[in-house]
């Protein structure tokens, strides 16, 4: 168990920045990460992810271009860079780790969750 922790959440201003961060009890380097979120009524969704040794990342359409993930900390964490963001994007974050190699946002791929961290955008 990883323990995940997610941190940075919190209230901004629509067309606003968030950085999030996923740390674990030990280095994140040897898991792929993925980011879900899930808004008020509806299910969780995945919104991205990065794969274990490649990097390789992937997208949802409705955050390409406006969010960024990428390996932090000397690779022991994993951040979500959030730009211009919309009130749509209101919703609680959670970071999930994957032994798999590949990146996918099926939640079936994650065994260990955080505990998510909420963000509201709203003016």
């Known amino acids: 168990q990883l323990r995940l922790v997610e941190s940075g959440g919190g209230p901004v201003q629509p067309g606003g920045s968030l950085r999030l961060s996923c740390s674990g009890k030990i280095t994140l380097d040897y898991s792929a990460i993925g980011w879900f979120r899930q808004a008020p009524g509806k299910e969780r969704e995945g919104i991205t992810c990065?794969?274990?040794?490649?990097?390789?990342?992937y997208y949802v359409d409705s955050v390409k271009g406006r969010f960024t993930i990428s390996r932090t900390n000397a690779r022991r964490t994993v951040s979500l860079q959030m730009s211009n963001l919309k009130p749509e994007d209101t919703a609680v974050y959670y970071c999930a780790a994957s032994p798999a190699s590949v990146c996918g946002l099926d939640e079936d791929l994650y065994d260990d969750w955080g505990q998510g961290t909420q963000v509201t955008v709203s003016s």
């Open positions: 990065i794969s274990k040794s490649e990097d390789s990342t």
